[in-house]
Structures are given as structure tokens and as C-alpha cells.
């Protein structure tokens, strides 16, 4: 049985039924039955679309709770780069990494720090490349679990490096434990993130056996607190808190992992439909001439993440804004010392991504493919309207459920309106037929 961790839930008591929901997703996980709407879990990728869309609210993220903070001695907020676009131009990063001290974290560690990192070894990685092109990034846990669904013989070319979020839990961890002498266990660090499927990463991670990341807070969640911080006008400082260039918070938005790595050609696409559209050209053996791919789930990369408070568009120049404010600052990391971790292989991926073929209609060939030729045909027989009202997103989707017996050819309210027209008419036929002992038909007799 199907027993994984999924962020994305529904709140059964505010869902409508309306059915918005079913035509964005882009796994067709969702069905509406019974006036509610249901995720299949198996094929979630926790890609949030549902969260986006849906207008009664009732698509949510499971993310923890800031009551975590008390399991741990040592708390170590770990902020995405996408959050410092969350804030108005007048507010610094400095000053946004302090807030984290008053809202109960010991210390805290930019991911855009731990991205520069991922971003100097993914370029080493790429030079020394010899085989199938193109290469995939790692960073958005959603595109990897679309991949595994849908494009499994793409998945080897995934570059198998770590995620900046697992990076720089890893080195956050490290670095405090050297400082407090506390152990591994007491340092807790939680990511602040923009979506769901960075909760699933860490407890299903698919890279690594373990997440070093104890919680995911969502970027909702915290953002008041840190709001109200910053209106107090008192910010003390800590010196250089803020480590991360230009280079690392570029990672916020889409293109900024493809210029921080600055190898070879690259093409950044976001917007889950986009990246199902270009992993089927690749699929098709197209675009073997670009080394790197950069592919974002959300619309406008990170700082589109359904768990952010801005509009991505003013999210976007936020960032940007930060951007240039940092571009003098010096990388905090040495070349050489860049070139010691890629030669140590310490932030390279334990686990080689599997696929899940959820997709398969059944584990024996010759009836999968008897199945998907009954699909075929109820598809042709079904009006082709794609309306969404049988509560399956397609046609082809409903006809699918129908092989799996999970639904009825009367589901499409087409298809029943046919059929209650052809018993009507049947009745009516009927009712026309006069039994010979009621007609005056019969021969008449002679006087
Ligand atoms: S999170 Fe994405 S894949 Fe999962 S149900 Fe929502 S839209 Fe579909
Ligand atoms: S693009 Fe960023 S915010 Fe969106 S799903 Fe991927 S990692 Fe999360």
C-alpha cells in the first residue's frame, strides 16, 4: 500500500466541489466525487498548482509548526533565497537574517550561501561531463518527482548533486556544532520555505537516506513575525550575517541557477505545464545540444512558490532590488576551498533517483496493452469535451477510470443524457404498443 508523506491536502470542509482544481493539476491526481474533491497521493508531486487555484481555500500545506523549536537546544533557521524577496525595498538582508534571532532561532544560515556552493560544484561537475545531454538540476524536488513519473529514462541525467536547502543544513549543522560543542541531535535546522514540496523532500528525501533539514517552516507562516521585527526600526547587527552574493540570491528566481553556474548553454524554464512541454521534447531527443537545464515547478521559479505572500511579480523585483544592492560583495568561500569540497565529493547525491511508474495499467504486458486499447475506444466514444463535470480533469482521464473500474461510462452527464433519451424514447415505444386485448384490431365478427 501506498503509505508516503504528501504536504498537499485537502480541507475537506471548505472544498466545494467545483471542480477548478482537477484541469490545473498537472498529474490528474485530482478527482471529484461525491461533491469533494480527492488527491491521489501516488500521484502528487506536491507541486502546489492545486493550492494556487483552488478559491475556497481548501487545498493546503502541511508544514511544521514554530512549536518545534522547543525539541531542539540549538535552533538554526535556514531562510530560501526567495524569502528576502517577500519584503519592501527599504528593508535589507541583514536585517531580515537578525529577525530570526527575536522569533526564537540561535543562528541562522542563508540557503543562497549554500546555492553559491551547489553552484561552484555543479559547474565542475559539467565541465568534466562527458556523456547524454542535457543535464538536469536537482534544486525543485517537484520537477524531480514528475520526472520519476513521468520521464523515468530521463532521470540518470540529473545532475547528483544535493539541493542548496540540504546544503546548507548540512554545513549550518557543522558549523554550530563546532562552535557549541553540542551534538548533531541537539541542533535542529528548519528550512523556511515557499512550498510543499520541500516539506516532502525532507521527510521522503529521493537524493539522500536523511534529511539534515528537522523542519520546513512555511514562508506564510513566519513572514508576520518577521514583519513586525522589522517595523520596530531598532535592528541591532551582527557582523556579516549576510554572506551570500548576488550570485546565491539569483537562485530566488528563474535564470538565476543557470547564470550562478555560468556553464555552457543553458535553458531555465518554470511553470510545471512549460516543463512537462520541454521534458517531452527532450524525451522526443531534442535539445541535446544544451548542457544545462534549470526547470522550476512554479511560475516565475521560487519566488513563485505557492507559500510565499507576494506576487511573484513583485516578489521578482523585490529580489532583484537586493540583487543589485549585493553585486560588490566578495564571495565568502575561496576558490580553493571551493575546489576541496568538489574534490571531496561531500555534497554528492547517496541515492541514484528511481522511478515510480504509477502510470502502468497493469504489471502484465499483453493486458496493459489490451487496457489501453479499451481506453482508446471509450475515449472515441466519449464526446471529447474535456467539461470536467464527471469530475475526472479529461475525457481520456475519465475513460482511464474506467478501465481501472474506479468509474462509469455514465459519469459524463453526456453519455447520461444519451442514455436517459433512449429510455424515454424505449418507454414511450412501449407505451404506444397496445396489448390485442385492449385494441379493436382483432377481425370483427359477422352479425
Ligand atoms: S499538488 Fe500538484 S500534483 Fe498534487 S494534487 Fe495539487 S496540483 Fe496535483
Ligand atoms: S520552483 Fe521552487 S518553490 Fe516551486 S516547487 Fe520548485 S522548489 Fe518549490
New binding site residues.
Given amino acids: 500500500m501506498y503509505n508516503q508523506f504528501h504536504s498537499v491536502r485537502l480541507d475537506y470542509e471548505k472544498c466545494k466541489g467545483c471542480t477548478n482544481c482537477i484541469k490545473r493539476c498537472p498529474m490528474e491526481a485530482i478527482r471529484v466525487h461525491d461533491g469533494k474533491a480527492q488527491i491521489t497521493q501516488e500521484r502528487c508531486i506536491d507541486?502546489?498548482e492545486c493550492i494556487r487555484v483552488c478559491q475556497n481555500h481548501a487545498k493546503i500545506a502541511l508544514t511544521d509548526e514554530m512549536d518545534k523549536l522547543s525539541e531542539y537546544k540549538y535552533r538554526i533557521a535556514l531562510p530560501a533565497p526567495?524569502f528576502f524577496g517577500q519584503f519592501k525595498n527599504s528593508e535589507n538582508i541583514e536585517d531580515i537574517l537578525n529577525s530570526f534571532f527575536h522569533l526564537g532561532f540561535d543562528d541562522v544560515f542563508e540557503v543562497a550561501l549554500a546555492a553559491e556552493v551547489v553552484a561552484s560544484i555543479v559547474h565542475k561537475y559539467l565541465k568534466a561531463y562527458k556523456r547524454k545531454k542535457p543535464l538536469f538540476s536537482s534544486?525543485?524536488?517537484?520537477?524531480l518527482r514528475l520526472m520519476q513519473i513521468k520521464f523515468p529514462e530521463l532521470l540518470e541525467q540529473v545532475i547528483p548533486i544535493l539541493t542548496p536547502m540540504e546544503v546548507a543544513a548540512r554545513m549550518a549543522k557543522e558549523e554550530a556544532q563546532k562552535r557549541t560543542g553540542l551534538s548533531q541531535k541537539d541542533i535542529g535546522a528548519f528550512f523556511i520555505s515557499?512550498?510543499p514540496?520541500?516539506v516532502t523532500e525532507t521527510k521522503n528525501p529521493i537524493s539522500t537516506k536523511q534529511s539534515a533539514v528537522d523542519g520546513v517552516i512555511g514562508a506564510n507562516l513566519i513572514y508576520k513575525d518577521i514583519v513586525k521585527h522589522l517595523a520596530k526600526k531598532h535592528h541591532e547587527t551582527s557582523p556579516r550575517l549576510n554572506k551570500a552574493t548576488s550570485s546565491g540570491i539569483g537562485w530566488g528566481y528563474i535564470t538565476g541557477e543557470s547564470k550562478s553556474i555560468g556553464y555552457g548553454t543553458s535553458l531555465a524554464v518554470?511553470g510545471i505545464h512549460n516543463v512537462i512541454s520541454l521534458l517531452e521534447e527532450v524525451e522526443r531527443g531534442e535539445l541535446k545540444d544544451v548542457d544545462f537545464m534549470e526547470l522550476?515547478?512554479?511560475t516565475g521559479?521560487?519566488v513563485?512558490?505557492p507559500l510565499n505572500i507576494q506576487n511573484l511579480f513583485v516578489g521578482r523585483v523585490r529580489l532583484r532590488h537586493l540583487i543589485e544592492k549585493q553585486t560588490n560583495q566578495t564571495s565568502f568561500y575561496t576558490d580553493k576551498e571551493l575546489s576541496d569540497i568538489y574534490e571531496k565529493g561531500t555534497f554528492k547525491s547517496t541515492e541514484l533517483i528511481q522511478p515510480r511508474p504509477i502510470m502502468t495499467l497493469d504489471n502484465d504486458v499483453s493486458k496493459a496493452l489490451e487496457k489501453m486499447e479499451r481506453i482508446d475506444q471509450i475515449t472515441n466514444n466519449l464526446p471529447g469535451l474535456d467539461c470536467g463535470a464527471c469530475g475526472s480533469p479529461s475525457c481520456r482521464a475519465l475513460a482511464e477510470d474506467i478501465v481501472r473500474e474506479l468509474a462509469f461510462e455514465t459519469d459524463c452527464v453526456i453519455k447520461l443524457r444519451e442514455k436517459v433519451k433512449m429510455l424515454a424514447e424505449e418507454i414511450l415505444d412501449l407505451a404506444r404498443i397496445i396489448p390485442p386485448s385492449m385494441s379493436d384490431t382483432s377481425p370483427k365478427k359477422e352479425k
Fill in positions: 507541486c502546489g526567495s534544486a525543485c524536488p517537484a520537477v515557499p512550498c514540496a520541500k518554470s522550476q515547478a512554479c521559479g521560487c513563485g512558490g
